[in-house]
């Protein structure tokens, strides 16, 4: 699939599939059209040439809606209303699809433990709550329907190197005990490298390499895979 910006090419005859059931990381620099995969698969834009399918069906501005419900979303720093309360803000796609709030309540006591978020947690508001305990209600949320498939746009970005360095163990220890179909979006090759084994490296639309962290390092397909790798401190640390 191809998507351009007036004369920004975004998605450059992009071909990529994701198997059930498994942990990808797409990397690359800023303005490299990782984060336009995550729209066009969620529906939020579309390809010029090409088309996105989810779980086999093509995504289109009738089923769009449909599709998201069964794809959960974590942004950067959560993206959480800052009006709503935790539970309230976890509690959103629920109450649209029509669950009692004691079924709400049940699934959103199941997860809050799973992240391990102290129990009075979700009775706060966003501002009331750390960056780390923010990106945990932004998880339970949307997991909350337990969808098949997660998208992780930069979750970790805007946190502090601790905080960000427990949060990449629980994430990487929620994955294999939830078998889901997870797509992460990173610039950051160490914290890719650690939550998934298969990492695709893209440049100005272009998908450069596709393989494992090894691959990466041991067998560059280019010069810029290469530069890539070599720019990334604390990689052996992290990736190991």
Not at 22 to 43: D, E, F, H, N
Not at 111 to 120: C, E
Not at 205 to 229: C, H, M, N, W
């Amino acid at each position: 699939m191809s998507r351009r910006y007036g004369a920004v090419v975004a998605l450059d005859d992009l071909s990529l599939s994701f198997a059930a059931g498994t942990v990808t990381a797409v990397i690359g620099s800023s303005g490299s059209g990782k984060s336009t995969v995550l729209r066009l698969l969620l529906g939020l834009d579309w390809p010029d040439q090409g088309e996105v399918r989810v779980g086999g069906e093509p995504v289109t501005r009738r089923n769009r809606l449909a599709i998201r419900q069964r794809i959960g979303t974590v942004i950067q720093d959560g993206g959480l209303f800052p009006h709503l309360s935790a539970r309230d803000n976890v509690a959103l796609l629920p109450r649209h699809l029509g669950w009692s709030d004691a079924r709400i309540d049940r699934r959103a006591d199941e997860l809050r433990a799973l992240v391990q978020l102290p129990a009075d947690t979700l009775r706060r508001y966003p501002s009331e709550l750390s960056g780390g305990q923010r990106q945990r209600v932004a998880m339970m949320r949307a997991l909350m329907t337990d969808p098949p498939a997660l998208l992780l746009d930069e979750p970790l970005g805007a946190l502090d190197p601790i905080v960000r360095h427990d949060l990449q163990d629980e994430l990487k220890a929620l994955f294999a005990s939830l078998g889901k179909t997870v797509l992460l979006v990173t610039h950051d090759l160490p914290e890719a490298a650690f939550l998934a084994p298969r990492l695709v490296l893209m440049q100005h639309g272009k998908q450069v390499q596709d393989g494992t962290l090894a691959d990466l390092i041991e067998r560059p397909a280019s010069d810029f895979v290469r530069r890539f790798v070599e720019a990334q401190r604390g990689l052996p640390e992290r990736a190991a």
